[in-house]
């Protein structure tokens, strides 16, 4: 199946993009610093929340959202800026699934449905909730009831979930409905398990098919790019511990052994970014081959970065072992994103079968478009 | 009953054993130490040492004058063997106590040490090895908890780290600086330290896996008496080598006998239930890849074990070796455990009630054999500059 991604906004340029990242940056390295968020970590705080409001007021929720429904028309290039930044803090809070709900309700929702949600979601008023996984729905649609258990991506207080039931995608108002928050390794991530019980439906998209690729584009491109930023950032840490860590008299970066590891993960981490921009770039221009670019991105960018999170761990020796440094907070993190939206081997044979299409069809997938 | 009564045939010991097993390894252990409290799981771990002491299987590889069986390394391999084939609890609490402690006093020790201290783990003594150092890891011999001598004892001032179960411990196998102008390795001294000695405090650590199962030691002014110096006073690097060098034993073998087991319990419950990744040929060829390397690796776990018991063996590096390729597979092993276990791998939860029940928390743990013990990338230097003879620069 292939669809090809419509961007509904104009394109910004690089100049504001760049200063998007920085102003996102400044927020987050003040207020989500490793104090902070081992606070968190340990239920100290609402970091969470803090965060949360200031992203609705700063216009985040809103990045990708068109102006005519209170957003800042950015597109996936600013999204995923933002997922970017996020992923170098390993910020708490419910942004990839309540983005990339509203991302999925721009492309293919009905007007009704874009003028009710996305305003309270660009405002923050309200967060959203998808399916953890993509490829197994617990939901079933009997008459215009939904019923079923699924476990969710996004905060247990969310106010919409967008998900599949049997063959149609629906939007559930998930005020009443029974859930109840699932407490994972990754203590940054919200997960939550619902049980709905003949619930009606408040919108159903028109086209399933294309809810599901945009849902699963969306979601794979935020992924990568939080992925992609926890990687970078844990790296430049556990290179930063290791240029003052002193052992046989001098700092264990001065060990040859170790100045290769730190290389090789400075080379990965430059290929991630590059998946990552690539993906974006397809999707942006609108290519039939964006969905492809994206599910591998998601893939590879997600495997990169348990590789990289748990050399980090390696990397600090001892204290990598413990609950008070940071390692293993974007270890878990990592963790996580590599088994959201399906397993990678699933995400792979998708993208094999678009690679497929596309040949098939006398074109090539391997434009670069620069 | 001894179940020493049936060494003289080894199939007869190997019965004995597993007939004991089956009568006294409560069923539900696993599942119940997953809920217990840190005050729960040392009295399961004491209680289990007190059933393995009554049957003689304490403390059975120890001379028989410091009240062990002189059992062979064969037996204890039978022993190792068919407690992992139980799924039987391993002696955590204990490892020090068993390993660690007879491995530096059986060669170093003084004769009223020896009697003191070997028959006292029967009994349930908890031993910790207080060896790092905020500063001083992989470079151990850098280390600098003060000892000075005060009449015929010595005083203690610096702080240890990553001592595991020294929250539990009655004594500490502790490495001291007596002597701060000698070169690096001549100024060490080794001690047995009480740990309900005044000026000794124990903070646990948390890891990353959620528990707590090592800590860090203050010593303020602790007075250990001079007779509890192991060794000659400034030569405690050379005894250290013993104790470093008795890890490469039965711990190691038990664990990858256990990881066979566990893992073949996983595939027969894969098969049985018709787990979705068997029908993912690519995760399957990547499991039979593990078979092939974890049988590797028990065939070289047997070697280091009858490679200890000649002349030479602190020479080899192959427990180096050994250590590198298990503690990498374990944790390549846990890792795909993780990923075929998708989402619901990710909830939170503290201890395995399965074999492989909760793969991240296995995941995590295995972090504590890639750095424990002397971390891989110095397990690396071993191997090229001792084994292969490549320049240190
Ligand atoms: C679970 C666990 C249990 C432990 N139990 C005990 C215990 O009971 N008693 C005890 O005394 N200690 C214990 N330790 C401590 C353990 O021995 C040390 O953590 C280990 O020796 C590493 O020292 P470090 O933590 O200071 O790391 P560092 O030495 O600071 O190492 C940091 C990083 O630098 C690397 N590195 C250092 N030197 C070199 C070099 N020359 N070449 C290349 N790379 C290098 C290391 O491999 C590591 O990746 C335990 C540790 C763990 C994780």
């Known amino acids: ?370 | 009953m001894s179940i020493l009564d049936a060494q003289h045939d080894l199939s007869a010991f190997r019965q004995a054993i597993r007939d004991w097993l089956a009568e006294v390894v409560p069923p539900d252990w696993k599942a119940r130490m997953a809920r217990a409290s840190n005050e729960e799981y040392i009295a399961f771990q004491r209680w289990w040492m007190a059933e393995r002491s009554k049957v003689g299987l304490a403390i059975p590889h120890w001379p028989k004058e410091y009240g062990g069986a002189g059992l062979s390394q064969r037996h204890l391999i039978a022993v190792a063997d068919e407690m992992a084939r139980a799924d039987a609890p391993q002696n955590r609490l204990f490892t020090i106590s068993l390993i660690h402690m007879p491995g530096t006093l059986l060669p170093h020790g003084t004769e009223a040490q020896k009697r003191r201290y070997l028959s006292g783990v029967a009994n349930g003594e908890v031993w910790c090895q207080g060896f790092s150092e905020p500063n001083s890891g992989s470079d151990l011999a850098s280390l600098r908890c003060r000892a000075v001598r005060d009449g015929d004892h010595y005083v203690i001032n610096g702080q240890k780290i990553w001592s595991s179960n020294s929250m539990y411990a009655d004594h500490c196998l502790l490495l001291t600086r007596t002597d701060p102008n000698a070169q690096k390795h001549r100024g060490i001294t080794y001690f047995i330290m009480d740990m309900r000695s005044p000026g000794v405090e124990v903070r646990p650590i948390r890891q990353a896996n959620g528990r707590a199962e090592f800590g860090e030691l203050f010593l303020t002014d602790v007075r250990i008496p001079a007779e509890n110096m192991i060794g000659a006073e400034n030569d405690g690097w050379r005894v250290a080598q013993a104790t470093l060098a008795s890890e490469r034993g039965v711990i190691s073998f038990e664990g990858g006998e256990r990881q066979r087991y566990e893992i073949e319990a996983f595939y027969r419950n894969s098969l049985k239930v018709g787990a979705a990744w068997l029908k993912d040929a690519q995760l399957h060829r990547e499991f039979v890849s593990f078979l092939a390397e974890m049988q590797a690796a028990r065939r070289l776990l047997r070697r280091v074990l009858e490679e200890s018991e000649t002349q030479g063996a602190s020479a080899s590096v192959l427990p180096s070796i050994v250590k590198l390729s298990s503690t990498v597979l374990r944790q390549r092993i846990c890792s795909f455990m993780v990923r075929i276990s998708g989402m619901d791998g990710q909830a939170f939860a503290l201890l395995a009630e399965e074999p492989f029940g909760s793969p991240m928390f296995d995941f995590l743990s295995a972090f504590s054999g890639t750095i424990a013990g002397g971390t891989n990338e110095i397990q690396r230097n071993i191997v090229a500059e001792r084994g292969l003879g490549m320049p240190r620069v």
């Not at chain 1, 009443?176 to 398990?193: K, L, P």
């Not at chain 1, 590879?300 to 390692?327: K, S």
Request: include cysteine.
């Open chain 1, 1 to 370: 199946m292939v669809t090809s991604a419509i961007e509904t906004t104009s394109t910004p340029d690089q100049a504001t993009l760049d200063a998007l990242r920085e102003s996102v940056a400044n927020v987050l390295t003040e207020q989500c610093d490793s104090t902070e968020l081992h606070a968190f970590v340990d239920g100290k705080n609402a970091l969470d929340k803090i965060l949360w409001a200031q992203a609705g007021q700063l216009g985040w929720l809103g990045l990708g959202i068109p102006e005519q429904f209170g957003g800042l028309g950015m597109c996936s290039q600013g999204l995923v800026i933002l997922h970017g930044e996020l992923g170098r803090q390993s910020a708490p809070g419910p942004y990839i699934a309540t983005l990339s709900a509203a991302q999925t309700i721009v492309e293919t929702g009905d007007e009704a449905m874009r003028a009710t949600w996305l305003p309270r979601l660009a405002s923050g008023e309200v967060s959203a909730a998808v399916p953890a996984t993509l490829d197994v729905s617990g939901l079933t649609r009997s008459g215009a009831g939904v019923s079923g258990a699924m476990r969710c991506l996004g905060a247990a207080d969310a106010a919409l979930l967008l998900a599949p039931a049997d063959d149609a995608w629906v939007v559930v108002d998930l005020d009443g409905a029974e859930v109840a928050a699932a407490s994972m390794w990754d203590r940054t991530r919200d997960v939550f398990d619902v049980r709905l019980e003949d619930a009606t439906p408040v919108g159903v998209l028109p086209d399933s098919a294309a809810t599901r690729a945009a849902l699963t584009r969306t979601l794979a491109l935020a992924v990568a790019a939080d992925s992609a930023g926890g990687a970078r950032s844990i790296t430049e840490r556990t290179i930063a511990y290791m240029k003052t860590r002193e052992q046989f008299g001098r700092p264990i970066a001065g060990f040859q052994a170790l100045k290769h590891r730190a290389a090789d993960l400075a080379t990965k981490l430059a290929v991630a970014d590059e998946m990552v921009r690539h993906a974006v770039q397809r999707t942006v221009t609108g290519e039939p081959d964006a969905d492809l670019w994206a599910s591998l991105a998601k893939s590879e960018v997600t495997e990169a970065c348990v590789f990289i999170t748990t050399d980090c761990v390696q990397l600090h020796g001892g204290v990598g072992f413990t609950w008070d440094f940071d390692p293993h907070i974007f270890l878990k993190r990592a963790r996580l994103n590599e088994v959201l939206i399906m397993a990678n081997t699933a995400l792979r044979d998708q993208a094999a079968a678009a690679l497929a299409a596309i040949t098939a069809s006398g074109r090539s997938a391997l434009e670069l478009g620069l």
